[in-house]
């Protein structure tokens, strides 16, 4: 078993095992060398050699416990016949989103064939990592990939988006049905190409009253986990949803996942005294702090280590590095964390 995977069934390490979200990306300089051998980012994500190489380029840096397949929660949306394209400048971009335009049922029939190069990815990286460490496969929450569905990229502002889940209801949850469906089946191929770790990204599940989070982020993460748990019942499964506050402890009982990555803006103490006694947790230095770098980096991983020590924890960030985070400062944060003796 991978030391992570320890860890996830509830054994304790001390230092902690250490990942972080977006390990791979333009924070690095040989990241950004393939990157532009890639042409672009879909690019990227498509072609398995270059893919596995970004995947595995933080790990010979680093030497991080666990390596996270390089692709994008929004691969998936390509599958239901919405057209996706990364903007430099903006992001994701959706031309043919919901929110502008008619109501089409035909957009929602599933192809397969764009996922399959993931398969690859993972098996050629699976190859070339130390069998003590993890590799992560992932999908999006179907809620937070529905917002995308419908925005059309991302937006400040979530009220729209959620107004038009309601004003049509009955499409939105057919598109809700379909996303656990195919992140179902999408998952159960990377398990079988070689992933032993999976993640639910809910990025924006935060913006949700208990209801709607319920009905839109815990009901279909429950599924996904479900089917994903039929099939292989020993992979371990993390859940982020992400700025979910005091629904964090609804999500981990309605959800069944095997631990909780937590974001920075949560209260430390809550998550001590409740959340770690409910489940093993993944948290949540904050990316802004490790851009800082410096001694206020120091006292926060620090201060982190000492609260969540107690019980089985993995160490990382609350969201993605940032990508004008200096490299130094992520060796430093290795090298804090493996350093850490609990006082
Ligand atoms: O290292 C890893 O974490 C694995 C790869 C990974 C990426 N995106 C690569 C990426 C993962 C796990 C994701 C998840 C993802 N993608 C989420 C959930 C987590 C989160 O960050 O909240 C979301 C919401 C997306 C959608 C997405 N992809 C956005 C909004 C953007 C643009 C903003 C940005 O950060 O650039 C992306 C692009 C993206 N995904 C990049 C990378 C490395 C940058 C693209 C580039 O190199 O040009």
């Not at 988006?161 to 309601?166: E, F, L, S, T």
Request: hydrophobic residues 40%; contains cysteine; charged residues 25%.
């Amino acid at each position: 078993m991978t030391i992570l995977n320890k860890v996830i069934s509830g054994e304790k390490k001390s230092p902690p095992p250490i990942w972080l979200m977006r390990q791979a990306g333009r924070y690095l300089p040989e990241y950004r060398q393939v990157r532009s051998e890639a042409g672009s980012f879909l690019n990227l994500c498509y072609s398995p050699k270059l893919a596995s190489k970004v995947t595995l380029q933080p790990i010979d840096r680093f030497d991080f416990d666990a390596a996270i397949i390089f692709a994008d929660i929004l691969l998936i949306i390509e599958n239901l016949g919405f057209k996706l394209d990364f903007n430099e400048k903006k992001g994701p971009v959706i031309k043919n989103c919901l929110i502008n335009g008619k109501l089409d049922i035909k957009y929602l029939e599933v192809n397969k064939s764009s996922l399959i190069s993931i398969g690859e990815t993972i098996s050629l990286t699976r190859g070339k990592l130390e069998k003590n460490k993890s590799l992560i496969g992932f999908c999006g929450g179907p809620w937070t990939v529905s917002t995308y569905i419908i925005n059309g990229g991302t937006t400040n502002s979530y009220k729209n988006c959620i107004q038009w889940a309601h004003n049509n209801y009955e499409y939105f949850m057919e598109i809700i049905n379909l996303l656990v469906e195919v992140s179902s089946e999408y998952l159960i191929m990377q398990v079988q190409a070689g992933a032993d770790i999976i993640k639910i990204f809910d990025t924006w599940s935060g913006v949700l009253n208990k209801k709607d989070f319920n009905d839109w982020v815990i009901e279909p993460t429950y599924q996904i986990v479900k089917n994903v748990k039929e099939k292989f019942p020993d992979v371990k499964i993390i859940g982020f949803p992400k700025n979910a506050g005091y629904f964090y402890e609804d999500y981990i009982r309605g959800t069944c996942v095997d631990a909780v990555a937590i974001d920075p803006d949560i209260d430390m103490l809550y998550c001590q005294n409740t959340l770690q006694k409910m489940s093993v947790i993944q948290g949540n230095v904050s990316p802004e702090i490790l851009r800082t770098g410096g001694s206020a980096m120091k006292n926060d991983i620090i201060k982190t280590l000492d609260a969540f020590s107690d019980y089985s924890f993995i160490m990382g960030l609350g969201h993605g590095v940032l990508k004008d985070t200096p490299v130094d400062h992520v060796s430093q944060f290795v090298d804090i964390v493996r350093k850490y003796e609990r006082r």
